[in-house]
């Protein structure tokens, strides 16, 4: 008798003795046709058993972003149903179901979890349908795919798309990455090529295994890594090349940033998008490449100008332009190099780096609020909670100054979101007060 048998008898066994669950669970699967499924304190447990993966939308009727999540996760759900490893969705009035919500721990508006074989994850990736998608296949695949082959490796690169970076260890035992592999589970593909051709080997530019490659196919960008693998030298190869050689800055790059503690090379410039910014990215990728203890970043005034603006761009429009930020409100400029004319720019960063790090800066303070409205996009909803806390505290004493004589009165999180209210949402405010959008 195998395991497989014995699995299967304890399976009907526990049918015969809870026959209702089981039932649930074969109604649950046969309902997974891309339509977002509704649960509720009864039927909660029984869908979480049912599949393997599970995505649980924890709402509120009232919430503001809720509503504008919903139909994103209505336009994903067949998309996730019909993948190789289905990912079921539903959501949780959690507003009406506290008792769920308490159990786990949802104290903010909307909230995802991803049920791995029955085991909560929170989800803190984008919620635009496209990278939904993307990120929670991430999220479900094997910390470490095993490859056998010239056409698994190509079915893995094509599975994996391109927007996340891909690391493929050719000759190399799993067990040498797959902490790692945990660790940035969530911003890179890991995979091990157990077999593999010569001509593999021409494609992927290595020479000798055993060897750690990574591409990055929306930059055409690859690099080799050929040891040692240690801990210290392997992991410092992935942190630094989970981002391309010169990152363009946006929302999306700009919180990646958060997790790196390198300083940051930016480049300012017109237009990045033009024949001269292009030319220069190529150079700035040069100068990274040679510079890895750095990151070399670029944004075009004309692509996004607010963030331009809190490093000076309105003022000084002698672009482009090199500071060296430290991804919090400090930068430096480098004396005598703070811009770069046409001529030779390559030798110009080369003297801008070179002037840094002999210390001949000067530091300044980003400009105006905007810096931070961009980082809010970035930062964690307990920052979030505690700027609605000081704000409340100051409706709070403001009321009461203003008429120490009148009933106080509890403003919900309701009243913030929509401006209406009822008896029956108030007889909720006390709850209200620690109830938080993210």
């Known amino acids: ?165 891909l690391y493929i260890g050719f000759g190399l035992n799993e067990t040498v990455i797959s902490h790692l592999a945990i660790e940035y589970k969530k911003m890179a593909w890991f ?28 930059y055409n960008e690859q690099s080799v890594f050929y040891g040692p693998f240690e801990d210290e030298f392997l992991g410092d190869f992935i942190k630094q090349n989970l981002l391309p050689l010169a990152v363009p800055m946006n929302y999306e790059t700009l919180g990646q940033l958060r997790y790196d503690d390198r300083k940051i090379v930016l480049t300012i410039m017109e237009n990045e998008k033009g024949e001269k910014s292009q030319k220069l990215i190529k150079l700035l990728k040069a100068a990274a490449s040679a510079n890895r203890d750095l990151v070399f970043g670029y944004v075009g005034v004309k692509q996004w ?54 210390g001949r800066i000067e530091k300044k303070m980003i400009e105006g609020p905007s810096f931070m409205d961009h980082m809010k996009s970035t930062i964690g909803i307990g920052a979030v909670v505690i700027i609605v806390f000081l704000v409340a505290m100051l409706m709070l004493i403001r009321s009461i100054s203003k008429d120490d004589d009148e009933p106080r009165r509890a403003s919900t999180r309701r009243d913030i979101d929509h401006g209406d209210s009822s008896d029956a949402e108030s007889s909720d405010s006390e709850n209200g007060a620690r109830k938080k959008e993210d």
């Open 1 to 165: 008798m195998n395991w497989l048998t014995i699995l299967c008898g304890l399976q009907l066994l526990f049918c015969i003795l809870k026959p209702g669950i089981c039932s649930a669970a074969d109604d649950f699967k046969s309902r997974l046709d891309g339509s977002v499924l509704e649960l509720d304190e009864s039927n909660f447990d029984s869908a979480i058993a049912s599949f393997d993966f599970i995505l649980v939308d924890f709402y509120a009727p009232w919430c503001g972003h809720c509503k504008r999540l919903a139909p994103q996760l209505d336009k994903v759900a067949p998309i996730l149903a019909g993948l190789k490893d289905p990912i079921a969705i539903a959501k949780v009035d959690a507003d009406k179901f506290a008792t769920l919500a308490r159990k786990y721990e949802i104290d903010g508006f909307p909230t995802l979890k991803l049920f791995i074989h029955g085991v909560p994850v929170d989800y803190g990736g984008p919620r635009k349908p496209d990278l939904l998608v993307l990120y929670l296949k991430k999220y479900v695949a094997p910390d470490v795919s095993i490859l056998g082959s010239d056409s698994a490796i190509s079915d893995f690169l094509e599975a994996a798309g391109t927007h996340f970076p």
């Open 191 to 218: 995979s091990v090529a157990k077999d593999f051709s010569e001509d593999a080997m021409v494609l992927y530019d290595f020479d000798k295994v055993p060897a750690l490659v990574v591409l990055h196919p929306n």
């Open 305 to 358: 100008k607010e963030f331009a603006d809190t490093f000076g761009a309105s003022k000084n429009k002698n672009f482009p332009k090199l500071i060296i930020w430290n991804g919090d409100e400090e930068y430096f400029s480098v004396i005598g190099s703070e811009s770069l004319d046409d001529e030779d720019q390559g030798s110009q960063i080369s003297r801008f780096l070179e002037g840094y790090r002999e």
